[in-house]
Each structure stands twice: as C-alpha cells, then as structure tokens.
C-alpha cells in the first residue's frame, strides 16, 4: 500500500518560535495532501488542502499566515507554524492521495502519516 | 453540507464481546463511505470501506455495510480483542467538492478489558 511518513514524530519549542513539519509520500506521488489538527478528544479537523505547485487551499477559520503550507513536489508538502504559541499544541497529521487514471480518479481513500506531536512551552 | 455522526464514546468492553459503533451520515450524490482506525500514539489507517449503496466492507473481523435507506454505516465485530482498544472514526468522501476531501466523524474511543 501507499506510505506516508511524517517527520518529526515530536517536537518541543519555544513560544514564538517557529516550526516546520514535513510529509512525504514514500512510494508514490502525491498531487493533494491534507493537514489535519487532531484535538484533545481525539476530534479531527481538516486545516488546508495541500496542492502541488500552487497555493494551499484553507478551511474556514484556519489562519493561513500561521500555518504556512508549501506543496512543492510530488512527494513532499510541508507545514510551518510561524510564531508558535502554547494553544498551539496539538498533534497534527497529514495524508495523501492516490490519483489514478480513468473515469474514477479518486477513490475516497486517504494515506495517514504518523502524526506528529508539537508541544509549545 | 455533508456531515458524519457516529455515537460518543468511550465504549468500554470485555474481551470477546460483540462491538457496535453506530454512524450516520448526510450527503448529496453519492459518496464513499470508510472507517477509519488510529491506535494509540499513531496515525490513521483505513480499516474498510464501500462505495456503493448495499455494499459490505470488512477487514480484520470487523465489517460495515452501506445502507443508504437508513443513511448509515455502522461498525461491528463478533468478538473484540484487547489489541482493538483503538479510536475509530467514520468517514465519507465528498466527492461533489472542489477538494474531494474526506470528511469525519468525532472519533469513538474503544477500550477493549481483558
């Protein structure tokens, strides 16, 4: 099945610091990734649409200045949280897409990272 | 808008009991319908899915079935085991939006007593 890894799996920061996490897809390429931030409770909630070579697509409510998303590869989409503060912390997941060929180019599924855990102090 | 509703947890079981996390969806058109299974301290990873209304998906003893009469997708299994203590979230594709993105239900927290 298709791999994707995030990285780092945890992180520690300052309070105004920034931060950038990494998603890569390991074995296949990915055009669209998505960001979630999954809260206490284990809610999930879908932060940006990730799009290879343009800007990311933003959910309502989401500050896209403080969570800064680049998607410039196939394999590859980062997110930055600028300025990091403690109501920040969460952990946050990214997941990827397989686009196939034909009249059914989606199937629905998604390929989850890890996860990774930011603590604010 | 689409939307995902599946029952709070926690549900707590002993082991070898029969499990049901109930789901309930609202979509237009039609979309896919998964759920989805994240253990402790690591992501999500599919567990089934059905695309179609009347399908059943199943993995790992555990199967769903999608009836769109009810407008539900409801999980169950026979016989739980300790290692299913997980959190399971239910999920439908939106397949009509811009983004084709999946959207989910709260999660159901599963603990599962020896």
């Known amino acids: 099945g298709a791999v994707v890894s995030q990285h780092p799996s945890w992180v520690i920061c300052k309070s105004g610091t920034s931060v950038k996490i990494e998603c890569r897809s390991l074995?296949?390429?990915?055009?669209?990734m998505f960001w979630y931030r999954q809260f206490p409770k284990q809610s999930l909630m879908l932060m940006a649409t990730?799009?290879?070579?343009?800007?990311?697509?933003?959910e309502q409510g989401v500050e896209k200045d403080k969570f800064l998303i680049n998607h410039a590869s196939l394999t590859l989409s980062t997110l930055t949280v600028t300025s990091a503060h403690p109501e920040d912390s969460s952990f946050y997941i990214c997941?990827?897409?397989?686009?196939?060929?034909?009249?059914?180019?989606?199937?629905?599924?998604?390929?989850f990272g890890e996860g990774s855990r930011l603590t604010v102090l | 808008g689409n939307s995902v509703t599946q029952m709070e947890g926690p549900v707590t079981l002993s082991e070898e009991a029969f499990l049901t996390i109930n789901c309930t969806y609202t979509a237009t058109g039609y979309p896919s319908l998964f759920w989805y299974v994240q253990y402790p301290g690591e992501g999500l990873q599919l567990l089934l899915k059905a695309t179609k209304a009347d399908d059943k998906g199943s993995n790992k003893g555990f199967e769903a079935t999608y009836r769109k009469e009810t407008t539900s997708f409801h999980l169950e299994k026979g016989s739980v085991q300790v290692s299913d203590s997980a959190v399971y979230f239910c999920a439908l594709s939106d397949q009509g939006g811009a983004t084709n993105k999946l959207i989910f239900g709260t999660g159901t927290l599963l603990a599962v007593q020896p």
């Open positions: 074995d296949f390429q990915a055009t669209t």
């Open positions: 990730s799009n290879e070579g343009s800007k990311a697509t933003y």
């Open positions: 997941s990827a897409r397989v686009q196939r060929e034909g009249p059914l180019s989606w199937d629905g599924e998604l390929f």
